[in-house]
C-alpha cells in the first residue's frame, strides 16, 4: 500500500533519517497512531501544527525512549518516579515541570512552563526512540478536532499523500489516548485512559480529582470538541432511527438494524479498541447522524465517555 511502509530495519532506518532531516512521519504507539516530529526543532513542530490544522495553545506530548534524556529537559520529583516505576512504558503522561535550559520546543509545549511527557509501549516506536538522539512529538495522526488514528489505513485515509511515510506497526492495542496526570504543583487527573484514577491513587496514597472545568490547557485532550467523526452523535440512546447508525454495547443488541457493537460480550476494553474504528466505519458509509446507548461508567468506560461527550459537541 502506497506510503504504508512494513517494520523491518531498513524502514526504520529511513524513518530515522526522516526525523533527522526535521521531517514528519505516522507512527504506530499502543495508544492510537501519531505524528511524529523531531521535538528539539521548532522546523518539525511547525510542520506537525501546521498538517494538524492544531491550535498553536494546544500542546503536544513528547515521547521519550527512557529517562536518560528527560532529566535534561525535566524536573523528576518523587510522584513521577512511583508512578513511572508501576506504569511506564505504558499509556500513561505526565506533566512536569520544565527546565529553562530544555531544548524542547516552545512551539511543542505551548510555551507554558510545563511539558508532557510519555513513554510509549509498543516495540516499534520504542525501536525508532532508542535510535534517535532526540524525543518525539507525537501527536494523534488526524486533523484537529477529528478521530483518533487506530491503524496504517486510518492515516492514510485521513491525509491522503500529505504524510509520504507511515511506519505499520499493526492495529493499536488499546484503541484511545493515554491517561494524563499533573505533576507539577496540585496532582490533578487531566484526562481520563486505560490507566484511571484509582490505580493511580493506590499508588500514590491521596485522592486524585478528575479536572473537568478547564481554566488553562496543559495538556492535549483538553479542547471542548475532540475525537468526532464530524456528524451529530446523540449520547444514552435507548433506540434508533432509520437514518442513524446505532452503536450499541453487550448481548442484549442482536438483529438491530443499522447498529454496530462496540463488544458483544460487554467487554469494557473491547469498546475502547472498537470505538474510534466503528466512528471511522459509520462516516465513510455515509451516515448523517449517530445514536449510542449507555457506556458503563467505570475502568476504561470513564474514558470513552469523557471521549463521547467531547465528540457529541
Known sequence: MKNIYKNTNENLNKAKRILQKNNIIAVPTETVYGLAGNAYSDISIKKVYNLKKRPRKNPLIIHYYNLKLL??????????????????????TYI????????????????????????????????????????????????????????????LDEFSDKIKFILNGGPSKIGIESTVINLHGKIQLLRPGLIDRNQISKILHRKINFVKNIRKIRSPGQLGKHYSPGIPIQLNSKKTD????????????KNIKNSFNL????????????????????????YKKINIVKIPNIKIGIAINDRLKKAAK
Open 71 to 92: 532529566k535534561n529537559d525535566a524536573y523528576l520529583n518523587k510522584d513521577f518516579f512511583k508512578l513511572y516505576k508501576k506504569f511506564s512504558p505504558g499509556p500513561i
Open 96 to 155: 512536569l515541570k520544565k527546565k529553562a535550559d530544555s531544548k524542547i520546543s516552545t512551539f511543542a509545549n505551548s510555551n507554558l512552563s510545563t511539558i508532557a511527557v510519555r513513554f510509549p509501549k509498543h516495540k516499534v516506536i520504542r525501536e525508532l526512540l532508542k535510535s534517535l538522539k532526540f524525543p518525539l512529538a507525537i501527536p494523534s495522526a488526524n486533523k484537529s478536532s477529528a478521530i483518533s488514528p487506530v491503524n496504517s489505513h486510518d492515516v
Open 242 to 253: 432509520d437514518k442513524a447508525a446505532f452503536i450499541v454495547f453487550g448481548k442484549k443488541y
Open 263 to 286: 463488544s458483544e460480550s460487554g467487554n469494557l476494553n473491547e469498546a475502547a479498541k472498537k470505538l474510534y474504528k466503528t466512528f471511522r466505519k459509520i462516516k465513510n458509509l455515509g
